[in-house]
């Protein structure tokens, strides 16, 4: 029997489902102990309100939301701006009309992140970047919002990478009730069975739907060709394989849609590795090490005791200051053995092993100014490079997340914008997302930089390095004979480096031209008051000739009267 799409898609997801499975205990591990309440590993777990977190100790839970605050803050605050866009020469971004259009793009970008949900998104996906390696966000255009997006846990997708061990193909399981189903794709797309469901006010039934998204590079039996798009979507009822409707939907897209960011990541795997996977042992034995310290302190308080046993059928209180009445003054309950365990060094292990699970997560780094003890005798530049030393340690993880989270949202966001403006620059419609770009800018690839805290953090050294350069050489030149060392100082291109990376706005900054201009007007200035001022004293100096008296004995008349 010849194979169809669904066979197809039915093999791909059972392959990747494979491929998931080495990972699935060690996440389950790693929910348990920094995230119970999120994951996904079975597709009926869906709006299920048991009991999950039982940990005796929550030093793992309080340390990976710290982790998330402040990777949210760091690198994506929606209280500042955290990224601007730049033409490929940097020689261009002094031309107004770029500058001015790449200002109004931001602006409009900035808009859109906000009305979407990005920022209710982002700090999930920190945390299971965080925990778990990997997190995946799917990106979709919206009519309302230009985009929106939806978060999705672990367990409940997979993933595959391509040949550059890039993220290209994702897949899901999962459950809907009747009333979702219909809402999402529209009762004519449905199968007969939900139909009727539907019809029959039956809405809370539920159906196992399987979604995948992969290149749209190879033909498919039963699914239409998609021609003009890159990547393919395709939902399906698991079962139902009878009559039209037997696809939900299929769709195209432009960019991969899904944000499949990670952590770190080994050569060839498909998934990543993270803090948490470090920390999980600590966090195993932080627990154990929580039970055998309230074990010990339950027996100082109510040690096991010994009585004899003319008393089993006494009533005896052991609540503190009751009276028991007894006759013989040996029938009294005594501590099986003394009870002296060492509580202070168990606490002491408790806190080496929390100390070693906030390491792992960066809390010290995050709060380094609060944790820090000397942060009372410690100057604000010693305390600034302390900050910017610990930020380093992120260098690597924000590559990652600037390739595989951040650029491909704000690519994906700016390409929604063009294609929903681009009608109006032809003058079909008369509404535009963005305004058209100058012919400078047509069809040429925008350059992202990224200016938030931690990405400034990277640059740092950079300009700490030039800030030490100009005081050396601003010194030198308070030396004798080394007052021309100023002249090697480069002012302008200085000031455009430390704006770049320092993220200050486009519109605080000159051009070239226009700090030419302002530089001719203000010679132009001293030059006038120059020519004033000439003028004035060589009226002042006429007025005292004329006053001057000319007759008698004087140098002045003795001069006038030889020249006469």
Not at 104 to 113: G, I, K, L, P, S
Not at 332 to 352: H, K, M, W
């Amino acid at each position: 029997m010849a194979k169809t799409g669904r066979d197809y898609f039915d093999y791909r997801l059972e392959q990747m489902r494979s491929e998931r499975s080495s990972w699935t205990t060690h996440w389950r591990d790693l929910n348990k102990n920094f995230q119970p309440r999120r994951g996904k590993f079975d597709t009926s777990d869906t709006n299920k309100g048991n009991k999950r977190n039982q940990l005796s100790n929550n030093t793992p839970l309080f340390a990976k939301r710290v982790l998330r605050a402040g990777m949210m803050t760091g690198a994506t605050s929606p209280a500042r701006p955290w990224f601007k866009l730049g033409p490929p020469d940097p020689d261009m971004a002094d031309f107004g009309p770029v500058r001015g259009w790449l200002d109004d793009v931001q602006d409009v970008m900035y808009r859109v992140f906000a009305s979407s949900g990005l920022y209710r998104a982002l700090p999930s996906i920190y945390e299971e970047c965080g925990t778990v390696g990997t997190a995946a966000m799917l990106q979709e255009e919206d009519f309302e919002n230009v985009t929106r997006f939806t978060v999705f846990t672990v367990g409940e997708y997979m993933l595959d990478i391509n040949g550059k061990n890039m993220v290209d193909t994702f897949a899901r399981e999962y459950q809907q009730t009747v009333h979702q189903i219909v809402t999402k794709f529209g009762l004519e797309n449905c199968s007969d069975n939900i139909k009727q469901l539907f019809e029959s006010g039956n809405l809370s039934s539920r159906f196992e739907i399987r979604h995948i998204i992969e290149p749209n590079d190879k033909p498919v039996d039963d699914i239409p060709r998609l021609e003009g798009f890159a990547f393919r979507s395709v939902y399906y009822e698991t079962g139902n394989r009878a009559g039209f409707n037997q696809y939900l939907s299929v769709k195209g897209y432009h960019e991969f849609p899904v944000l499949a960011p990670r952590w770190d990541t080994k050569p060839g795997d498909t998934y990543g590795i993270c803090p948490g996977m470090d920390a999980l042992g600590d966090a195993f034995a932080l627990q154990v090490q929580e039970k055998e310290k309230g074990k010990a302190v339950a027996k100082m308080v109510a040690p096991p005791t010994t009585a004899p046993s003319a008393l089993r059928n006494t009533q005896i209180s052991l609540l503190p200051g009751a009276n028991n009445f007894t006759d013989d003054p040996n029938n009294v309950f005594r501590a099986i053995y003394q009870i002296n365990p060492r509580v202070e060094e168990l606490a002491g292990d408790i806190s080496r092993t929390e100390d070693r699970i906030n390491r792992a997560f960066y809390v010290d780094m995050f709060l380094m100014i609060q944790n820090d003890n000397r942060n009372q005798r410690a100057t604000a530049t010693e305390i600034a490079e302390k900050h910017e030393e610990k930020l380093l340690q992120l260098g690597p993880v924000l590559e990652n997340l600037n390739d595989e989270l951040l650029d491909p949202i704000i690519n994906r966001t700016f390409n929604m914008l063009v294609r929903a403006s681009e009608p109006g620059w032809k003058g079909f419609t008369d509404k535009m997302m963005i305004p058209p770009p100058p012919p400078e800018l047509e069809n040429v690839e925008l350059r992202v930089e990224y200016t938030s805290i931690l990405a400034q953090a990277q640059k740092m050294v950079a300009t700490s390095a030039v800030e030490r350069w100009v005081g050396f050489v601003g010194n030198m030149a308070t030396i004798p004979g080394l007052e021309d060392s100023t002249d090697k100082i480069n002012g302008d291109e200085i000031a455009d480096l430390m704006a770049r990376d320092l993220g200050v706005p486009n519109a605080a900054v000159f051009t070239d031209d226009e700090a030419a201009e302002k530089r001719q007007a203000r010679a132009e200035t001293m030059q006038q008051q120059q020519m004033a001022e000439q003028t004035a004293q060589m009226a002042d100096s006429a007025k005292v000739l004329s006053e001057t008296e000319t007759t008698g004995n004087s140098v002045l008349s003795d001069i006038i009267g030889a020249n006469s």
